[in-house]
């Protein structure tokens, strides 16, 4: 009997627990995945020409293929950005979460491997610390222009150099570079707002602790632009492939499956 | 014909300088805008509040 | 006398085919007016729309007048002082400056000049400052478009505009290796003129791509509403409609003009990089200097990554396939080719001039473009160089840096002297 009220107080306190962490009072999430429907745009090779760092750059002996769409088996869609708007005309919370305010103090890292940037997407606020690795064993320059910002940094080889974002926001992502490799890209969004997330390799995206109330949401990709023709139930993108949601005190807004079709990232 | 020679030259390089001053390369359309419009927006630019 | 006669009418021929192409006239080379930028015009809409689409034509009406109302015209430039007298921008820009460099040249009676920008500059830099005068095309590098708000030579870091005594120098000392010569001969106040006045078409030229990147988040509507306070029928604007212009105006030239460029703009002298003191073994008559010489070589081929870009003997032949930012810029857009001019046939045909690769820098010359003071190759090292390939090297010391320029400045006597052993680490040979 004892035992079955431990379980029970437990259990109890997990699910408090759960919801005091990730969906408190006045704050809510959401969470969704992408599939591409119909067929995945083919990557091509890189065009790694005739660079004297063939040697290193190769993978498994072969010209690696670009990075630009990635999908896994059963095409989830990685690499797209979920963020709250804050272009023209956009309402924006005031406040962010406190859970938010650590993340500025994390260095991230950025790092190159056989002549590839790893993650090829990131997200960092203004102020925060980049890590930028090289686990090559050739040089490379790390080159990140995005509307707001811009560093051109040589790295060394097996060997890491710490720059610190300037306080400025970007509105979309921006790119980042090597001018060694010119193949090699990766993509960076800097701003203030961390209402951010970037889908992972099955396509799933999450973000946490939204201030309840109603606030556009836009669909990025590098090879899409603004994801105007993603389908999301229940809702229609503009031309700016953003959304209003309404985000509910202590709710989690499942937004389920969101189709987008292949044709979309051409660019 | 040394006189004559140097006329030659002259107008030759009279000619020339002509050609070179009608090459045109392709160059940006001008900045097209309505004066009395942009006279406005000054004067609301002067009355606004800025910080 | 028969071959007489038909020279004779030759020439007549000639001299009265010449007074005509002179009474026909040709056009004036680059009238007096600022120069839309349509390869920003066309690059967002090839980013933003469908193929075939195009964004509404009043858009650059919309444009023209804005820029208008804020920058004035190359004959009667103003500046946005927001905040009237009391404006911080005045250490940037004066209008007494403007005056002097804008309008056509000529000079006055008291011998003050004016039109200065047209009489040095604009054959080569254009009116609108877009690199695109009348020579740009014949020129290698091209002029500098400044537009980008991006400066290769100057003592601050990137995104950092340069000081007034960055501009100044280039203006004082000219680029060796390129077409733009020393205007040493100038009296002083005649340059701070001009340097207050690239300054001015730098900001005008950011403003005027961040408009035009605004387009793509408008669904035709203006950017600035101007019918919402003055009524067509001369009717009182509703509070509500104050309001909305009053935003309007906040976002697209408080946020667009104010904070994002004016304000990058005032005190750059706050961000210049401080340059350590070499060490003794700089010094070429110190015992130590050779050996401060091979450090230097062997950090530019390790540490400092040199010899990717300007090749393991210096002579600039590594990366040859780059772009510098300028032309980057739109190159990246979709489908061009730098090989192929069809493929860009749509920039080219409203001036966009055919992309050239950007080359390396020949370190067996003597010649450096940003200044020979071994200061100058420091801070090319140390912060990069704006706007080409080259990058900052944060992670190594200023020592190491000063071996590295030491090694560059020894470069171009080094082939002669060299012996076997100190060839380079890598054995590609170098024919040219």
């Known amino acids: 009997m004892k035992r079955v009220f431990f379980c029970t107080l437990l259990f109890v306190l997990c699910v408090s627990m759960n919801s005091l962490l990730f969906a408190q009072d006045g704050w809510g999430n959401l969470t969704g995945q992408i599939v591409i429907s119909g067929d995945a745009p083919v990557n091509q090779p890189e065009d790694v020409k005739d660079n004297s760092d063939k040697a290193v750059c190769l993978i498994d002996g072969k010209v690696p293929l670009d990075d630009g769409v990635v999908v896994n088996d059963k095409n989830q869609l990685r690499d797209v950005y979920v963020m709250m708007y804050t272009g023209r005309g956009a309402d924006t919370p005031d406040t962010y979460h406190p859970s938010y305010d650590a993340q500025t103090k994390v260095k991230l890292t950025l790092d190159n491997v056989k002549c590839r940037f790893v993650p090829k997407a990131s997200f960092a606020r203004p102020g925060q610390t980049l890590i930028l690795k090289n686990s090559d064993n050739v040089g490379h320059n790390c080159r990140i222009a995005t509307m707001e910002h811009e560093h051109n940094i040589n790295i060394v080889k097996n060997a890491e150099s710490e720059i610190v974002l300037g306080e400025e926001s970007d509105k979309i992502p921006g790119e980042v570079r090597c001018d060694i490799h010119q193949w090699m890209d990766a993509i960076i969004l800097i701003?203030?707002?961390?209402?951010?997330?970037?889908?992972?390799?099955?396509?799933?995206?999450?973000?946490?602790?939204?201030?309840?109330?109603?606030?556009?949401?836009?669909?990025?990709?590098?090879?899409?632009?603004?994801?105007?023709?993603?389908?999301?139930?229940?809702?229609?993108?503009?031309?700016?492939?953003?959304?209003?949601?309404?985000?509910?005190?202590?709710?989690?807004?499942?937004?389920?499956?969101?189709?987008?079709?292949?044709?979309?990232?051409?660019? | 014909m040394v006189i004559r020679n140097s006329w030659f030259v002259i107008v030759l390089i009279v000619v020339m300088s002509s050609f070179v001053g009608c090459y045109q390369r392709t160059v940006a359309p001008a900045l097209t805008f309505d004066q009395k419009k942009a006279e406005t927006l000054d004067s609301e630019i002067k009355k606004m509040e800025w910080d | 006398m028969i071959g007489n006669s038909v020279s004779r009418l030759f020439y007549q021929l000639i001299c009265i085919g010449t007074a005509l192409l002179g009474m026909t006239g040709c056009e004036r080379s680059e009238p007096p007016v600022f120069r839309f930028n349509s390869v920003e015009w066309v690059k967002q809409e090839k980013t933003h729309l469908a193929e075939g689409e195009h964004f509404p034509e009043d858009y650059k009406a919309e444009i023209g007048t804005i820029m208008t109302a804020l920058f004035g015209t190359p004959?009667?430039?103003?500046?946005?002082?927001?905040?009237?007298?009391?404006?911080?921008?005045?250490?940037?820009?004066?209008?007494?400056?403007?005056?002097?460099?804008?309008?056509?040249?000529?000079?006055?009676?008291?011998?003050?000049?004016?039109?200065?920008?047209?009489?040095?500059?604009?054959?080569?830099?254009?009116?609108?400052?877009?690199?695109?005068?009348?020579?740009?095309?014949?020129?290698?590098?091209?002029?500098?478009?400044?537009?980008?708000?991006?400066?290769?030579?100057?003592?601050?870091?990137?995104?950092?505009?340069?000081?007034?005594?960055?501009?100044?120098?280039?203006?004082?000392?000219g680029i060796p290796g390129s077409a733009m010569p020393?205007?040493?001969?100038?009296?002083?106040?005649?340059?701070?003129?001009?340097?207050?006045?690239?300054?001015?078409?730098?900001?005008?030229?950011?403003?005027?791509?961040?408009?035009?990147?605004?387009?793509?988040?408008?669904?035709?509507?203006?950017?600035?509403?101007?019918?919402?306070?003055?009524?067509?029928?001369?009717?009182?604007?509703?509070?509500?409609?104050?309001?909305?212009?009053?935003?309007?105006?906040?976002?697209?030239?408080?946020?667009?003009?104010?904070?994002?460029?004016?304000?990058?703009?005032?005190?750059?002298?706050?961000?210049?990089?401080?340059?350590?003191?070499?060490?003794?073994?700089?010094?070429?008559?110190?015992?130590?200097?050779?050996?401060?010489?091979?450090?230097?070589?062997?950090?530019?081929?390790?540490?400092?990554?040199?010899?990717?870009?300007?090749?393991?003997?210096?002579?600039?032949?590594?990366?040859l396939n780059n772009f510098d930012d300028w032309t980057?810029?739109?190159i990246k857009s979709a489908d061009v080719d730098?090989?192929?001019?069809?493929?860009?046939?749509?920039?080219?045909?409203?001036?966009?001039?055919?992309?050239?690769?950007?080359?390396?820098?020949?370190?067996?010359?003597?010649?450096?473009?940003?200044?020979?003071?071994?200061?100058d190759l420091y801070l090319r090292l140390r912060n990069g160089i704006e706007g080409t390939p080259m990058p900052a090297s944060t992670a190594m010391t200023s020592d190491e840096i000063w071996a590295v320029v030491a090694y560059v400045r020894a470069m171009p006597y080094l082939d002669s002297t060299r012996d076997e052993s100190e060839k380079p680490v890598n054995e590609k040979q170098v024919m040219r």
């Open chain 3, 75 to 173: 004959d009667d430039p103003t500046f946005p002082f927001f905040l009237g007298d009391e404006d911080p921008a005045h250490d940037v820009i004066s209008i007494e400056s403007l005056r002097m460099a804008a309008g056509p040249t000529r000079v006055d009676k008291r011998e003050s000049a004016t039109g200065l920008y047209r009489e040095h500059c604009a054959h080569c830099h254009g009116i609108t400052g877009n690199g695109a005068g009348d020579t740009a095309a014949s020129l290698e590098p091209y002029p500098r478009d400044f537009r980008l708000g991006k400066f290769k030579f100057k003592s601050t870091p990137l995104r950092s505009p340069p000081t007034d005594h960055d501009l100044t120098e280039i203006l004082v000392n």
């Open chain 3, 182 to 319: 020393s205007f040493r001969t100038l009296p002083e106040d005649q340059i701070q003129s001009l340097v207050e006045y690239v300054k001015y078409l730098t900001m005008r030229g950011q403003f005027e791509r961040f408009l035009l990147g605004e387009l793509a988040a408008l669904d035709g509507e203006p950017l600035i509403d101007l019918s919402l306070v003055d009524k067509p029928d001369g009717g009182e604007p509703s509070e509500d409609d104050v309001e909305e212009f009053e935003d309007q105006m906040y976002a697209v030239i408080g946020e667009g003009l104010q904070e994002r460029i004016i304000a990058r703009w005032l005190k750059p002298e706050r961000k210049v990089t401080k340059i350590e003191a070499a060490p003794p073994e700089f010094d070429i008559q110190h015992q130590a200097h050779r050996q401060f010489v091979q450090k230097g070589r062997e950090l530019y081929f390790a540490k400092g990554n040199c010899m990717q870009c300007h090749g393991d003997t210096g002579i600039g032949d590594g990366q």
């Open chain 3, 328 to 330: 980057n810029d739109w």
């Open chain 3, 338 to 375: 730098t090989a192929d001019p069809t493929s860009y046939a749509d920039f080219s045909a409203v001036g966009a001039l055919p992309p050239r690769p950007v080359k390396p820098r020949n370190l067996t010359h003597r010649y450096y473009r940003g200044g020979d003071h071994p200061d």
């Open chain 1, 191 to 267: 701003r203030d707002n961390p209402y951010v997330s970037i889908s992972d390799k099955d396509g799933k995206f999450k973000i946490e602790n939204i201030p309840a109330g109603d606030w556009k949401f836009q669909f990025w990709h590098k090879k899409g632009g603004y994801l105007k023709t993603i389908e999301v139930k229940g809702y229609e993108p503009d031309r700016r492939g953003t959304i209003e949601l309404t985000i509910k005190s202590g709710e989690t807004l499942e937004l389920g499956t969101l189709a987008l079709p292949g044709d979309a990232l051409t660019k």
